[in-house]
């Protein structure tokens, strides 16, 4: 076990992989000088330049070079930068990468792994700050990852560099500097689609990933306070998504909230609350709900950025409220 | 077919190889029409889209590409699929949605791909292709081997972002890619020219720094001479290259489209002088090249072609349950 933070165990993760397996290489802008939240420090220098290499600012050629190179066999990993910039290849990312083993009946794989920097962060306002998960979870082809702690980062990281599926790597901006144990014994690495359960409750189960576990972590302490008790699962994939976690915490505690950063009107919570709601519609106490956010894009300014936020009182409000449902 | 060794030149071609090539293009039109035919009677499902009136480029590059080349295609891939040596028995089986296809069915006319000669696919998304292409160059560049990357594009794809960012790419690391532009004058149903400023597909490639051959398109030995020395200098490491082809599509933008917007005497001139298929055979005949043996290569390809189609529809249909198979490992269909 080291102490490390999630962008640490981001770039070992990277680093073990790369000096692991010749067909991997890394691509994507400023890299080599480290990226731009420093989670690519000294690769460049560790692993040169033809493999850790510095692009031009062409989102398009990025995603679309990398789909060619990982039909040719090799294992490139696409750096976004922001996950609001892969929108300017999501051709190349839905059309191509997702279609093309499906397409071509099964002629090729598409190893590759896409990284995408993904929440709110530092007031960057509509551009940079988005969570668009969803989107990825609804296209056939994609794996979709979220982590939210350092070893998770690693974990997943190197299992998604390993798998033969193209990989959507979403890792939470102000999540960074956030500090964790990670094993970095061997070949560890964290399955997927397999959640964590954060913190163990009888009344209410959260389901969240990404940004969201901190403060489900935080709303559990303040709903404790109230006498309810959270059972906190943090999803970690999305796709796949661990469905029996998930029900069998519900079918314990008979009620689900779904807390996440996203837009809440048709973000991943609703898939989430539609199967509990089907599965487990006799045993739940109260209806299904979700917290995201308003369906506006993210303010600016200090004062108005919060409307885009899920806090933790409000976790734990709506927690609460469904403890005291009654029909 | 094997083809002559000997590079070929222009202005003194080799009857042999041209005859070779003059099959090649022969395969496409007569795989294409029979296509054709096959869609308008209900055979093939999906639409198709022909590249009747531009097999000499595809015959000429394709000629000059070793197999573990590798190229990347466009909708309008029959031709460049024939060309890299697929067989033209899957290709049907494709189009006609059946087991066996290049593809298993799940492409079609759109997606046919045949990796085992290195044809990385067609595309439905114009321009898509540059960009893997490119990255499928600068995987070859990674591991140092001495294949190149071809990639065929129309002049509609000019007009798209990926097309700059591809050929920039290219240029930066000095790949080895070949940039084959079909430029037939019409992106779908608009006149490219209409739309487009500037001076042209070779104009923006020569402002990255990156050679421009123009060439006739339709006419095979000059198409044949082009693609070799340019084949040859991507494979020697010079970088990219750009082969701007000008032709025209017979036909309209897919197999349902009468192309009524087009000028009646401007197609009527194009069927009647620029056929490739026919200039070629001029070509020939000059050589020496007897109107008996011509259509000899013209009647092996009907004979072969129209017994593929038969066999491709009498194929089985594929598994219902092939259709949620090679989606992903992870998170797999259940």
Known sequence: MSRLTYREAARLALAHELAADPAVWTLGEDIGRGGVFGQYQGLQAEFGPTRVVDTPISEAAIMGGAVGAALLGTRPVVEMRFSDFALCAVDELVNQAAKARYMFGGQARVPLVVRQPVGLWSNSAAQHSQSLESWYVHIPGLVVLAPATPADNYGLLRAAIRSDDPVVHLEHKDLWPAEGEVPLDGDWEVPIGVARRVREGRDVTVVTWSGGVRIAEEAATLAETQGVSLDILDLRSLWPWDRGAVLDSVARTGRLLVVHEAVEV?????????????????????????????????????????????????????????????? | MALPSSPPDAAAPDAERLL?????????????????????????????HLSIGQEAIAAA??????????????????????????????????LCGRAGGTCGGKGGSMHIA????????ANGVVAAGLPIAVGAAHAIALKGEDRIAVCFFGDGATNRGPFLEALNWAAAFRLPVLFVCEDNGYGATTRTGSVSAGGGPGVRAESLGIPVTVVDGNDLAAVDAAAAALVRAVREGGGPQFLHARTYRFRGHTSSDPATYRDAAEVQAQLAGNDPIRRAAATL??????????????????????????????????????????????????
């Open chain 2, 285 to 334: 005949a000059g050589l020496g090249v007897t109107p008996d043996a011509l259509e000899r290569v013209e009647r092996h390809e009907r004979e072969a072609l129209a017994a593929a189609l038969a066999t491709a529809l009498d194929s089985p249909w594929p598994d219902l349950g092939t259709a949620f198979t090679d989606v992903q490992d992870i998170g797999a269909p259940q």
């Open chain 1, 266 to 327: 048709a973000g991943f919570g609703a898939e989430i609350a539609a199967t509990v709601a089907d599965a487990l519609f006799g045993a739940l106490k109260a209806p299904v709900r979700r917290l995201g956010a308003p369906r506006i894009p993210v303010p600016y300014s200090p004062a108005l950025e919060p409307a885009s936020r899920i806090t933790a009182p409000a976790v734990a409000a709506a927690a609460a409220g469904l403890v005291s449902w009654r029909s």
């Open chain 2, 20 to 48: 070779g090539l003059y099959a090649t293009m022969q395969r496409i039109r007569v795989f294409e029409t029979l296509a054709d035919e096959a869609h308008k009677a209900g055979q093939v499902a999906g639409y198709i």
């Open chain 2, 61 to 94: 590059v394709g000629a000059n590409l070793r197999e573990d080349d590798v190229l990347t295609s466009t909708h309008r891939g029959h031709g460049h699929t024939i060309a890299k040596g697929a067989d033209p028995l899957a290709m049907f089986r494709e």
């Open chain 2, 114 to 121: 045949d990796f085992s000669v290195g044809m990385l696919g």
